[in-house]
Nanobody, 121 residues
Framework: QVQLVESGGGLVQPGGSLRLSCAAS????????MAWYRQVPGKERELVVS???????KYADSVKGRFTISRDKARKMVFLQMNSLKSEDTAVYYC???????????????WGQGTQVTVSS
């Protein structure tokens, strides 16, 4: 069993900052690409940023220069530093990862439960 748990969401003023954390746990053999997605009610879930096992990153144009993803392989964690937040960034943010389990050594894509980020004055 593999689990992803996000934390760090909350209410922040426009222009403010917030840091999200995601911890992976369970029967993990290895973790490959990790990513952050976000979704607002009635809209499609979108990729915010991804990071590979070797550190290559891809950012959505809407967050380039404002958000930064980082990874701690030893702690099996990934972070999202969000600066200069805008009201348009308001969404539920989800952690995502490609994980190979020790149970059957099958590669699966996993999702966290999501954490709410609200940017409002």
């Amino acid at each position: 069993q593999v689990q992803l748990v996000e934390s760090g969401g909350g209410l922040v003023q426009p222009g403010g900052s917030l840091r999200l954390s995601c911890a992976a746990s369970g029967t993990i053999d290895s973790i490959y690409t990790m990513a952050w997605y976000r979704q607002v009610p009635g809209k499609e879930r979108e990729l915010v940023v991804s990071i590979t096992n070797v550190g290559s990153t891809k950012y959505a144009d809407s967050v380039k220069g404002r958000f930064t993803i980082s990874r701690d392989k030893a702690r099996k964690m990934v972070f999202l530093q969000m600066n200069s937040l805008k009201s348009e960034d308001t969404a539920v943010y989800y952690c995502n990862a490609d994980i190979r389990s020790t149970t059957d050594y099958v590669l699966r894509n996993s999702w966290g439960q999501g954490t709410q980020v609200t940017v409002s004055s």
